[in-house]
């Protein structure tokens, strides 16, 4: 077994087992699905990083050395740095300042990586003409390396034995230049897989991602531009610094052999490289393979790898900046050579032929296939596993690669190697909830069908005692067909009704009774029943909604006990009375004793019956959906319902009868009280040790997870009640367990919906922050605006912006809020700025009118909303206040729908009303009429406000009134004379003492305007 490095991180707590890093592993048996979260086996990853593209929740990430690099600075290790070249993309027009920047932080030297390939290029030159190399896959690739390594050592042979260039450059170093023997060596790379090769080849120490370098100088703010361009300290390269993109190789080589594109293969991205792999022995032995394979992981060659900072780039801006600095480059080599491309060749080659060793740039590889553990099932196996997935036929193979293994073969592959469960397939849900289904069913239908076929009578009631479910023989004791929905009370006279009202109180506490009462039936005869009743709660809300109640009838006994009263009373007064004449009336007492010899035995049939009832009972309770058992007043189980059975897979005739905790192994693995244990605690105790029981009545409940049950991780709600005998003696306990497992796993996928539609309305919060930000028209001592949206983004919306000599503010208020508002905000932004800038270019900036502005605006909206004149259209709108000032004449318009503008002067108030009707269709109007166009002359120190109804609109926690318009007036009015910064903390205060702790209403946006001539 041979020990890879880790080098792509699984983030347990974002991992939500989606197994899309299953689907984009070209490799799939180094992940395991197995668990709650799909881990790493690091010793089988190739380090292609494309699960870190394709995790959306962030839950896989790339390893480097960067912060081991800057630890080393900051010790004074002496280190030096090699940039790979795509560096050029990552740093465009800066590399060589990043260069001067990795020197200030301390780096003695950087050597560029291009010049390494240059070498590369030589070795492969080299090793080709050696016409015995049929076929040759080039090696620059870290992840194709490991693959060939792990999974295809059968191509071992046809490796290029030559180091990358990386290797190249390191070596050059230790054998060219002496003075940086001993220091570190830490390369600026866009590959996590190379952390692999250096470790296999003992050569550089620091795997340093381009973004994690990006990442600090842009938390930092750190702008390269403030730093030298430094060149680097090995010669230049020539076409080498086009290594990182496709076919850089190739174009290299070309400068070396002319002919070498005629017989080779050009292949890179993860969808394609591997899966050619696949075949490319076949090919080798049938003499159809390519002389040279030049090969890459990443789909834009090392430019996109994982830890470059230019992988979502487009493909175009990549490759523009590396043929920009391989023209360059060139150029160089030209120039010094009397742009003679011959003498150019010659010339770098020369130069490349200084620091070139035979033997010197070789490369080993080691066969890892040991590191792949997996056992492929037989045909027997591969059938048993698909029978657990539920396919049984051909048909059932759907191959819908939601596993993420391409293939139902692939998916049980994984299972019968432990790297996933049955669980993930999502035929085998489905079919799984099919089956649930169908058990339901059957479950509901042998419920329905124990209670319809009991002998006792059964009745469910709502706390209002009307009846909602009756059985057949229920309607018989009462002679009653149609009861659903009448009323207990109908049935019983007006002292039983006394009864039933005492026992409802005491089921509504939560207590289960059994008692006697008096029914009359529908035709007015009397029944005498024994009621066990218990109550009907809803485990949403944890409210008693009703009770349910078996119902026997006991007429008989009470008749028998009646009659014997009877007798009794009769030989007492007979034997008072005729005491001489006992010896004449022996045989007629024998005749009296032999009837109450049978009354007795009568007697005892109708306790046996009774306890036929207790019997059923339990029978309907094994039946119920949720797991329920029973335990004595010593601790005994007495009861173990089929659903138990089911859920721990205990047998009831191995669990009767057992004590001392013994019914909690099947869930803990050890023996500990359950809840039901705790049933006749006191309160003191309950409250003294645990913080997660609720008890109400007699009733506990509580919620509990076991992380081990049956190897998963399990939710269940508890729910436990003692049991009382008649004389109110404790005599057990009953707990109902259900299992809640989905809902939690529902609620987990809610939370993690939850975070990413928040994270999107966030962003958009950004958009919508950028479009709103003002140009600088004002100074801070002339205007203030209060914006504070109610959710994250705003339908209140504000425009300052100067045109010419016109100042133009805007204050609205778009339908709704939070993101449909949002929406609203910036439809009305973009055309306010589409019709200002269109009517300036008419009118030459000579003229804008406040009220045309808002009637186009209202075209505009009512045309892209394609709203119609009727009740039942679209009316999503705009209130809005436009202010516009000519800076020139000292005069301002006003234009209004339903946001108004008040303005004061010597410390009175001037309110402009708007008009009534919004920025949209308004179905009141038939034909709209223009808006008004409202002219003042503006003098010294004026101070006006334009606003949305939000912050009147506000509710208080302690009245729960809105702040109401007058009282915003007030306020107005009462801060108008303060400086603005002064009136926006005021008017942030006082709403936030006036709402307390509740939530904001609505969007707010209040801006006011101190002019001065």
Known sequence: MYSLSEIVNVDKTKCVNCHACISACPVKYCNDGSGDVVSLNSDMCIGCGKCITNCTHKARNFIDDYDKFITALTNGDKIIALSTPSVVVGFPEQYLNLNGWLKKMGVDAIFDVSFGAELSVKSYVEHLKDKKHRTV??????????????????????LAPVDSPILHTIKMLKDFYPQYKNHKIAIISPCNAKKREFEATQLGDYNVGQISIANFLQENKVDLN????????????ERAVMFSSPGGLLKTLKRWIPEIEDNSRKIEGISLVYEYFESLSGMIEKSMSPHLIDCLNCDFGCNSGPLSVSKNKPQDEIEYWIRKRAIEQQKKYLDQNDNNQERANEKIEEVINQFWKPNLYQRSYVNRSENINIVYPTNEELINIYFKLHKYTENDIKNCTSCGYNSCEGMAIAIKNKLNKVENCHYYLKNEGIIAVENVEKSNFKFATIIDTAI???????????????????????????LIGRSLYEFVDEPNKAIVDSELEKRMQGIKNSYELEFTQSDGNKIFCHVSATPKYDF?????????????????????????????????YEVRERTNKLLEAFDEIQQRNEVMRQHHYEILSQKDALADSEKRTKYILSSIPDAVF?????????????????????????????NYYEYSIPFFGKKKPMLLFLVNRKDEYLTKNFENIRKKANVLQTETNISDFKRKTKYFIEIATAIFDKNNNYDGAIEVIHDITERKE?????????????????????????????????????????????????????????????????????????????????????LLNEIITRNYRKTQGKEFVASKILDDLRTNIIKTLHQEHTFDSNKDGIDIALCIINNNKHEMQYAGAYNPLILFRENKIIEIKADKMPIGIYVLLEKPKKFTNNILQLQNNDTFYIF??????????????????????????QIHNEPLIVQKQILRDRLNSYKGNIQQTDDIVVIGVKYNI
């Open 948 to 973: 949305s109804d939000g912050y009147q609109d506000q509710f208080s926690e302690k009245n729960g009134r809105k702040f109401m318009k007058g009282n915003f007036k007030k306020l107005l009015f």
């Open 630 to 658: 029973i335990i004595d007043s010593a601790g005994k189980v007495t009861f173990w319902n089929d659903e138990m059975e089911k859920m721990t897979g205990i047998k009831s005739e191995q669990i009767i009868g057992k």
């Open 540 to 572: 949403t809300t944890q409210k008693i909604i009703g009770s349910y109640a078996m119902v026997s009838d006991i007429s008989k006994i009470k008749e028998a006990e009646k009659e014997l009263i009877k007798v009794n009373e009769n030989l007492e």
């Open 226 to 237: 403030n730093y030298p361009a430094v060149d680097f300290d090995n010669p230049p390269a």
């Open 456 to 482: 006792d009578g059964f009745i469910e009631v709502n706390t209002e005692l009307f009846f909602l479910d009756v059985n057949p023989s229920m309607k018989k004791k009462l002679k009653a067909n149609n």
């Open 746 to 830: 529902q609620e987990k996928l809610i939370l993690t919906q939850n975070e990413d539609i928040t994270d999107s309305i966030e962003y958009a919060k950004k958009i919508q922050v950028a479009l709103l930000r003002s140009e600088k028209v004002f100074n801070k001592d002339e205007i203030f605006v209060f914006f504070r949206p109610k959710n994250i983004v705003s339908g209140d919306f504000y425009l300052i912006k100067e045109v010419f000599n016109y100042t133009i503010i805007v204050a609205a208020d778009s339908t709704g809020h939070g993101v449909p508002g949002a929406f609203m905000s910036l439809l009305g932004v973009s």
């Open 137 to 158: 896959i080039t090696q620059p690739c870290a992840a194709i390396v490991t693959y060939i390594e792990l999974y295809k050592p059968e191509l071992l042979k046809y």
